[in-house]
Nanobody, 123 residues
Framework: QVQLVQSGGGSVQAGGSLRLSCAAS????????MAWFRQYPGQEREGITS???????TYADSVKGRFTISKDSDKNTLYLQMDNLKPEDTATYYC?????????????????WGQGRLIIVSS
């Protein structure tokens, strides 16, 4: 089974950029549908972007045109590039993987989770 370890992120002012990484071990990201979710305090995790095994991507309207999901097969790593960040993007971000379901935009469908990283965007 795949294990996911996140890095990157942090704090930034509105309009700035950050990148999250999600390093996989135990299996290759190319076998999985990969995704990024975010969670606001007291709310459910919501899917914001997903990438299929063949590279096809999908985005939630809230991040479309500002966030980019990608993966590096050689590094076995998933990325989330976040540009033009807004205060409402402040949340904990999780990478996710599943062998069966794609796009992966519903939390109950996720088999494997990263540990989460807090992103803070100040106005």
């Amino acid at each position: 089974q795949v294990q996911l370890v996140q890095s990157g992120g942090g704090s930034v002012q509105a309009g700035g950029s950050l990148r999250l990484s999600c390093a996989a071990s135990g299996d290759t990201v190319d076998y999985y549908c990969m995704a990024w979710f975010r969670q606001y305090p007291g709310q459910e995790r919501e899917g914001i972007t997903s990438i299929r095994e063949d590279g096809w991507t999908t985005y939630a309207d809230s991040v479309k045109g500002r966030f980019t999901i990608s993966k590096d097969s050689d590094k076995n790593t998933l990325y989330l590039q976040m540009d033009n960040l807004k205060p409402e993007d402040t949340a904990t971000y999780y990478c996710a993987a599943d062998l069966l379901r794609c796009p992966l935009m519903i939390a109950e469908n996720v088999a494997h989770w990263g540990q989460g990283r807090l992103i803070i965007v100040s106005s």
